[in-house]
């Protein structure tokens, strides 16, 4: 038996089929044997594995991990060992199987291959370290350390191209990190509480901590770690693994003082091993947080040709150190990119920014992209690089960079964008039209109007970007009627485009005036009262303390909102003011203002009320209420005026009457004056004089 591969399992059926076909490769090339050993599994585990072996047995967890693997070990019949775990694949086994069949292998006693931990499977996020997983079965290979167990074992050793995929530390499943958190750092509390001074249990539980996220207790485990070398004065070169995870946690802990510390550790860990990629990539992120741009080119260069010669680099065979930014290197390019372009080095820039192939970091640099092209002038090649990365990839990343491209056209004079969107137009696509229509809206082309309407008319109009807004400008701008072309908008899409407008243009309120007062408007289309009323509300919105503004607009905008909350709410939701059942404030103002007009002529009290309820509800139109509340001042003080002078008539028609000695038409007069005054102090003379004068006829 040339190999026996050996497992110890307990509740893997998410991953262990996975694992199994990995191996078929060496088991059909290699006259070989799978051994695995459950401890205990309570799912589909075992039937998993006898598909695959005959060599399945069963022995209690017993909580140790090292004992656990030299059970499996005990079985093993063949003249070599592969260790493998359940949440781990081989990619490719090729190198496997070439060893295991040549005669140099019997120049080894171990192998080791390099282990790929997957941290995030959507990010492809990894760590990888090289691990021995070959060993001659020679009695003397066994594992120790109850935890995070490590193997005894004779060299010399040879270093395998081959690549273990690892599933066990995805940080998104949180089920799976929990659980692991839990037992392990169980265990390691248990051995430090045996072996306090144990340097790799207090750097395993650091670890541990770090997994879970608890970095102020990594940081404090590792600082206890790092005291421990240095007391006992060991030779720190051995330890430099610590180097950079104690620069992470203090990272992510949130020292105050942490990057001038970080640097401080990432450059003693430098001077133990100057190959140590990790440190020069943590020294390249650390130096642009500080803005020394100068220290972080030459720590990212360093990183990258490091990486280059990664295979014949020495830390390449060293299996206690885990390095975590092997695929960090599109990183490193952005943030070569991004120091390049704060200091206006544009072109070398470009250089980096070109080199990103991920979706995820061209979606990252877009606004570099963009700017960076633009302070250039490539008009042509920005074009040329969307179509070449992004016109092919799904929609939402290219409407996001079609918003990075409105803002930096926004800050540009009117020549270069209208330049930007010449060279954007080409192309049969919705943005492409929307810049050629800009560019024909700047010649003031003829038919403008009809070509926006034709657009529009086919345009999903309800789920595009702001920026589309332009066209409805446009159409303002014409003074041509079009509400019934919006008739299939939302109106809270209209709002949206109406507010992008408003920013945009400073002449928006003169825009709209003069569309609203040139253009012939139908009183009983529904489109045509909605969009009316949106833009009278932004016109009277943006003029809140203009009440000329207000004079000539709020009269409309009150007949348009209650025109309009008569067509789309039902009679009994106004009538009974059900406001809190209707969509927004507007249209609770609107019910309000329609009761209020309802009573207006024979109920000043109950008009006055639901004009003060109105007002609470959409303050923004208090100097509206303030207008109607006014005039409602002057009418009654007219009438007022008006009723006084009426008094002052009749008063002076009941005393000729008594003058003249005509006392019938006199009572007669103030019976009717009584009808309308009572206790009028002049009546009461009026009579007294009547009633004497009948005395002496």
Known sequence: MELSICMMVKDEEKNLDRCLKSLMPIMEEINSELIIVDTGSTDGTVEIAKKYTDNLYFHKWNNDFSA????????????????????????????????????????????????????????????????????????????????????????????????????????????????????????????????????????????????????DKALEQMKETYKLINDKKLDKKNYVQIYYEMSTYYYFAGDSTKYEIIQSICKEGIELEEEYI?????????????????????????????????????????????????????????????????TQNYEVCLEYLQKLNSNAYIQKAFELIVNTYIYLEKYAELKEYYNKYILDLDIDLSRTFYEHLEIAISNLNEEKAIAIMSVFSKDRNTYSFLSKVRVDFKNNKQDLGQIVNEFIEVLDFNNQPDYFGDLIYYKLKLKEEFSDLLSNISENTITRYLSYICKKYDDFCDVVQIYLNSTVHSKDNFSVIRFNKLLRKYILILNSENKEVFNINFEEYVNEGVNYINIIYNSYVIENEMIYDVKNEEDAFFIFISKANEIKNYDEKGYIRHL??????????KLGIEILLEELKNKTSNVNNEFEKYKKQIKNAIKDFIERNELDNAEALISEYESIVNNDIELILFKSQISIKRLKI
């Open 612 to 621: 003060r309820k109105a007002l609470a509800i959409y303050p923004c139109m």
């Open 278 to 342: 990790d440190l020069y990539f943590l020294l390249g992120k650390i130096s642009i947080f500080i803005n020394n741009y100068i220290q972080a080119e030459d720590n990212y260069n360093k990183y990258l040709e490091l990486l280059g010669d990664y295979e014949n680099l020495s830390i390449y065979k060293n299996v206690t150190l885990k390095l975590y930014t092997l695929d960090k290197v599109e990183e490193a390019y952005y943030d070569l990119a991004f120091i390049h372009y704060r």
């Open 68 to 215: 656990m693997r030299n059970i499996t070990i005990d079985y093993a019949k063949g003249k070599w060992i592969l260790i493998i775990d359940a949440d781990e694949e081989i990619e490719d086994a090729s190198e496997i199987n070439f060893f295991l069949k040549s005669e140099y292998k019997n120049e080894y006693k171990s192998a080791m291959v390099s282990v790929k931990n997957i941290t995030n499977v959507d990010s492809g996020r990894y760590g990888m370290l090289s691990s021995l997983r070959l060993f001659l079965n020679d009695g003397y290979f066994k594992y120790q350390g109850r935890v995070h167990n490590m193997p005894l074992y004779k060299t010399p050793t040879l270093s395998l191209g081959t690549v273990f995929i690892h599933y066990g530390y995805i940080e998104t499943d949180n089920e799976l990190m929990e659980k692991k958190f839990l037992r392990t750092s169980k265990l390691l509390i248990e051995e430090l509480k045996k072996d306090p001074e144990n340097i790799y249990y207090n750097y395993q539980l650091a670890a541990s901590y770090a997994m879970h996220k608890d970095y």
